[in-house]
């Protein structure tokens, strides 16, 4: 089975895409069966991993609509090992098609009930917004949902809006609903400001903090121009070295162990994936 998480944020700008497409493509360097599905009508995860928006056969919106199934939708990228699930504009018209729908919450679950067995996680990028693509979304996501939180002023605000989201999912559609937990995203430890707000959050969400913090890095903005993760873009940056770390922390945590995978050892030892000869220098 599965873990399903979502990555949720209401709040732009936090990271929420750039966390779902590293997430991703580095749990699956360490030999986990990885699918992402790209649940915002914006595409950025999509066009993140080379994919041209606008010529999708199927998508999500397809997907969550009932006109095509998951596998149809389904998209492989050999090099990262990884599937994808792709987002078109299209998906913007959804809340709007489904408003008078029975279900309508559970569309997505019921899509993805036939995918548990085929991967070890599934990662769902959610649009900026406590919508009805987010609590689809927060409803399919069995193991809880992960915040990317901008170590930034007011970082907070918006978060007290998103708890009680999950709250309301996990007492009226999805009893598995949890805050499985928070990155630290944009973090410089060289400000105060940043020291703090990882303070406010640790202290607000004790235990629930990932202990990678994902760093300011020019690398991390540069990849999606180029169609990459930041694994095969510049995985020795320390955008990369950060999201290493946070996959590892997730997976070490879920097996249960606390133990770096075998498959890393080999694979990402140096930053690389598999036979990837993409080389990194530090921004």
Known sequence: MAYIYSIAN????????????NLSAYLAANGKRVLLVDFDAQANATSSLGINKDKVEASSYEVLLGTATTAKATLKNGKLGLAIIPASPALAAAEVELVGELAREYRLRQA???EVDKYDYILIDCPPSLGLLTVNALTASTHGVIIPVQCEYLALEGLSQLTRTVQLVQQRLNPQMEIRGLILTMFDSRTALSQQVAAEVERYFAGKVFSARIPRNVRLSEAPSHGQPILTYAPNSPGGMAYKKLALELIAQNDGDGKTPKSDRDSTLNGTHGSSTSVATTA
């Open 112 to 114: 993805l009930a036939g």
């Open 10 to 21: 209401q709040k732009g700008g936090v990271g929420k895409t750039t966390s779902a497409v």
